[in-house]
Structure formats: structure tokens, C-alpha cells
């Protein structure tokens, strides 16, 4: 006689979930009506640190802090009387004694014998949770550097500008009043000294100010539309009152007359006037810087700054735009700060714009600026 065990749809389904709770990430146990541990999964047991054998048995408030077991309990029969309950974030207690933060939800369900029980499925969040408070506590450092920018800023400018404003206006005036009497030559050179001196120092001041203004968030920049034509004429005469001991000459390529540019009009300036400046500084004696421009496309203007100088080393390249890097110049009797090209980028930016460079050993070099035509609608 041949014999077959057949195990009915039921039997075969709880194993099917048996092995399907016993597999999953998340924690599962079954407590009954008084909170006592009924059934608890590997990941429940992982999370809490416990064997099953340590938790059967015992109520489900041995895994929580002991500020929140009456609160918990509260909740538990409230749930088995109501079967409801807030879905939530817990902080609970491992074996070790360790805190951890755990996303829990819970569904009334029945033994065999109708009687309640409670199923809580547990997700430990721990580790998320700490990235979000390192991630609160960064923004809230962040924050407290601005406002450290910010005081700086205030302060530095009252601090650093009044006294040099001061040196500069009765340096100006001891300078105009050296005829009478005569001065000697050696007097007129020490004036010149501390004329230079204190504009370039001036110069540096309002360079650091500026970038500590971008990086802190607080320049402001008004967007409007610029007629290019008679902006990079103000450029040109502003480049011509520079000093120019190579006798560099700085021409215009004049743009359309109805050619317009949506950007800031102080702060574009000061972009094309700090690259012309590197321009002829950085020239051959006898050389020439050119401005003029492009449409790359009908939504963009390209403004172009050319010059015959020496070209950038390739290996240089990546630390054109750095702050404080000047590639070498800093040996030579070429006075700069090394944050100019820095501030360029930064306020070409801020202007929705991009520049870059393309340039050749003994060739010379061109930096190029992409700004919108019009803001976008």
C-alpha cells in the first residue's frame, strides 16, 4: 500500500511566511495582550542584540529605555484595546545598553485561539538618523561661519579702510603742496612710495572683502540689460588710465550697436577691467590686448580678452583660478594679489555666466566670458 503525507494549503502557506518573516531585513515580533514576546525574527533578534531564547518570554519593555516604559505600556494597551497606533520613530535600549533609533509600526492581529496579539515590525535607522543630526550639526557650523563672515566683514571694513583712506587723503595733500617750498627729489619719491603702497594696499583690502562677500553669500548682484558697446568703451578708457610701462596697446573690436548683455554693470566691469589689467601686466613690451566679442549661439554673449603675453604653462592650468595663486609672478616686480582671476570667476558666475581660457606658450593668451543675453522668463 503506498502512502503519501500531504500537507493542506494552510500548513504550506505559514511556512512559505515563516521563511518569508525569517528572511526579511526588517524586524518582526508577536507580543500578546500583557506585552509579553510571543515570536521574534533573526533581523528583530540582530537589531536588539538578543537570542530568541533571551526574549521569549519576557515583555517587550526590556528593549526600551527605562524614561519611556510606562509611556510604551500606556500605548500597548491602548492598542490592544483600540488597535490603533501612531507609526514612529522610537529610541530603544540593545543588550548592551546601547540607544538606537528605530521606525516601528504595529498590526492587531489573532492566534490560533482568537486571542489579540500585536505584531510590531521594526527598521533600525540609527545610522541615518546620526547622518541627519552630522548633516544639522554642519549647516548649523555653517551657518555660524556666515554670520562670523559677516561681523568680519564689518568689521575689517571700518577697521582697515578708515585709517588708509585717512593715509591716502593727507599723503594726496602733502604730495600737492611739495612746490611751495620746493621739495627735494628724494621727498617726491618717498611720497610716490607711499602713494603706491597704500593704493595697492587699498586694492588688496577690497579684493579680500569681496571674496569673503561671495563666499559668505552677501554681494549683491542686480541683473539688467547692458548695452555692451558703451560698457566695453567705459572698459577701454578705464584699462588706458591703468599704468602701462610696456606700451601695451588696448584696442576695441566694437559689437553691434544693438548688442546687449544681461548682467551686473559694476560687476562686469570689474571682470573685464581685472582681465585687462592681467592682460597688460602680464604682457611683451610693444604688445597688444584686444576686447571684443561673439555669438555662439543666439541666447549668449562671448566676450573676449586677448593678449600677446608669454602664454600659460599647461601644468599651470589647474591652478589658474585657485585664490592667492599667481603661478610664479610672485618672484617678479609684477605687483598683484593673486585673488583677481578668483573673484572673476566667482562673479561671472554669479552673473549666470562661465569663462575659461584657452592659451600658448609665446603665443599669448584668451580668456573668454559666456553671459545670457536676456534673464530667463
Not at 603706491?196 to 541683473?223: F, M, N, T, V, Y
Not at 566691469?269 to 571684443?292: C, D, E, F, H, W
Request: glycine share 6%; net charge negative.
Amino acid at each position: 500500500m503506498n502512502s503519501s503525507v500531504k500537507h493542506s494549503p494552510s500548513s504550506s502557506g505559514e511556512i512559505r511566511l515563516k521563511r518569508i518573516i525569517d528572511h526579511t531585513p526588517v524586524g518582526v515580533c508577536v507580543t500578546d495582550e500583557k506585552g509579553f514576546f510571543r515570536s521574534v525574527n533573526p533581523a528583530y533578534c540582530r537589531i536588539y542584540g538578543y537570542s530568541p531564547e533571551e526574549l521569549i518570554g519576557q515583555h517587550f519593555t526590556v528593549v526600551v529605555p527605562p524614561e519611556s516604559r510606562q509611556l510604551l505600556c500606556d500605548l500597548h494597551e491602548r492598542f490592544m484595546h483600540y488597535g490603533s497606533e501612531i507609526r514612529g520613530e522610537w529610541t530603544v535600549m540593545s543588550k548592551s545598553g546601547k540607544q538606537l533609533t528605530v521606525l516601528a509600526e504595529a498590526a492587531l492581529i489573532h492566534d490560533v485561539d482568537g486571542q489579540p496579539q500585536k505584531a510590531t515590525f521594526v527598521l533600525d535607522i540609527s545610522d541615518r538618523k546620526q547622518m541627519e543630526q552630522a548633516l544639522q550639526t554642519a549647516k548649523e557650523d555653517a551657518e555660524r561661519a556666515n554670520r562670523f563672515k559677516s561681523e568680519f566683514l564689518s568689521h575689517m571694513n571700518h577697521e582697515l579702510r578708515t585709517p588708509l583712506n585717512a593715509i591716502l587723503g593727507y599723503t594726496q595733500l602733502l604730495d600737492s603742496t611739495l612746490d611751495v617750498p620746493p621739495a627735494s627729489e628724494e621727498q617726491r619719491l618717498f611720497t610716490q612710495h607711499i602713494l603706491k603702497s597704500s593704493w595697492h594696499l587699498l586694492s588688496l583690502i577690497d579684493d579680500i572683502l569681496d571674496l569673503a562677500r561671495i563666499e559668505a553669500g552677501k554681494l549683491p548682484i542686480q541683473l539688467t540689460h547692458i548695452p555692451l558697446e558703451s560698457l566695453l568703451n567705459e572698459v577701454l578708457s578705464m584699462l588706458a588710465a591703468q599704468p602701462n610701462s610696456h606700451n601695451v596697446d588696448v584696442q576695441l573690436i566694437p559689437p553691434g550697436p544693438d548688442q546687449q548683455v544681461f548682467a551686473d554693470m559694476t560687476r562686469l566691469k570689474q571682470v573685464l577691467v581685472n582681465l585687462g589689467s592681467n592682460a597688460i601686466k602680464y604682457n611683451r613690451p610693444g604688445g597688444t590686448v584686444t576686447l571684443r566679442c561673439e555669438r555662439p549661439d543666439p541666447t549668449l554673449v562671448r566676450i573676449l580678452v586677448e593678449d600677446t603675453g608669454p602664454g600659460i604653462d599647461p601644468a599651470q592650468m589647474p591652478n589658474l583660478f585657485r585664490p592667492f595663486e599667481r603661478l610664479g609672478a610672485e618672484k617678479t616686480t609684477i605687483p598683484g594679489s593673486g585673488l583677481g582671476l578668483s573673484i572673476t570667476q566667482k562673479l561671472v558666475h554669479l552673473m549666470n555666466g562661465s569663462i575659461g581660457v584657452d592659451s600658448r606658450l609665446g603665443k599669448g593668451s584668451v580668456f573668454s566670458i559666456d553671459l545670457p543675453v536676456t534673464g530667463a522668463p
